[in-house]
């Protein structure tokens, strides 16, 4: 195992009508003038955005909102954020809504107290301060409840990056499942397919000796395999959206990923395919992981394997265990299928056409020099095939 620190401050408050809490919350961690910041509308349609605000006016917590964030969320809403918190005195942003809704919110709460263009801190200037965040969560999935990280796309370019610091880690995070009960089928699925993106990008390491978070990876794994069918059979189901939920949360904090090198090129190959077609974070991942998984196999068939054997119930086969590894990503495809997820470019709204422009902004625009590494080291040619390989046969 790797040396590590680990720094995980969020009070997480887990359960039924926990968001009545938003407004002691907001006390507690300081908080006096909020931006609430939220989506498209569905927290207005559910009465959620009402009840949150309640619960502030009932603490005494005055507010402004802004809301109209996009999935894949955009910069131009940033900079209106940054405006208004400057403007309003803000002190605290309240997220109320999925992982667009946060990762806009933790964009606004650095570029406030930056001085300067906000994209500098996605273009590699440190995170240095930023106002405190709480969010009240509306989907499991991409795990910014608990992460340091954000993920912002540019307009200007459609260019998408990531940026992290511990800065960014909320302060509190309100987790009440139901709320996820009014998601789409089609956005449950792809929410619990990035959770296990999340746990399969920490689990291909190059590190040895990684038992406890092996195990925990596989037990997450093991949960969202169990679960996520019972959720997309009976929307209402909360004791299996309180698992998912929680399980999207652990899966991304990083307590399942300390101590261990960690791949991240799924994602790489992803974020070239939502920025350029707009299409869900986690059906963009259903696509690229299976594609990606079958050509980096060779540079570690047991690790393949152990996932095949333990997650997916495959037979270890000694005498050929590059079997029993493709089968493993072949059931992990089938899940995600099953699932209602799409498996080629085609179905997330890409062309063959554009694989040379999706490369070139994998492997140079975005802060690349010509590779993207994590698992194994991938080139130009190594994508170009990847991407092909998505193509429908
Ligand atoms: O905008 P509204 O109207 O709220 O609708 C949203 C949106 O259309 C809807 N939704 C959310 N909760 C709902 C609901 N509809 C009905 N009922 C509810 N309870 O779902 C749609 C998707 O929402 P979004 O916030 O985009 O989903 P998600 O949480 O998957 O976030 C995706 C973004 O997170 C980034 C992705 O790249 C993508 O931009 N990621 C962020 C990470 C992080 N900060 O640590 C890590 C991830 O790997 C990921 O890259
Ligand atoms: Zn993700």
Known sequence: MDNFTFYSPTYFVFGKDTESQAGELVKKFGGSKVLIHYGGGSVVRSGLLDRVKSSLSASGISFVELGGVKPNPRSGLVYEGIDLCRKENVDFILAVG????????????????????????????????????????????????????????????????GSGSDLLRPKFSILNPALTQTLPPYQTAAGATDIMAHLYERYLTNTKEVEVTDRLIEALLLTMKKETPRVIADPDNYDARANIMWAGMMAHNNSCGVGRSQDWTSHGIEHELSALYDCAHGAGLAVTMPANFRYVVDHDVMRFAQVAVRVWGCQMDFTDPKKTALEGIDKLQEFLISIGMPSTLEEVGGSKEDIPKLVQMLTHVNGNNGTISGFTTLDEEDCTAIYESMLRK
């Open 98 to 161: 999925g992982g667009s809704t946060i990762d806009s919110s933790k964009a606004i709460a650095a570029g406030t107290l930056y001085d300067g263009d906000f994209w500098d801190l996605y273009s590699g200037t440190p995170i240095t301060a930023a106002l405190p965040v709480g969010t009240v969560l509306t989907i499991a999935a991409a795990g910014s409840e608990g992460s340091p990280n954000t993920v912002i796309t540019k307009e200007e370019g459609m260019i998408k990056r």
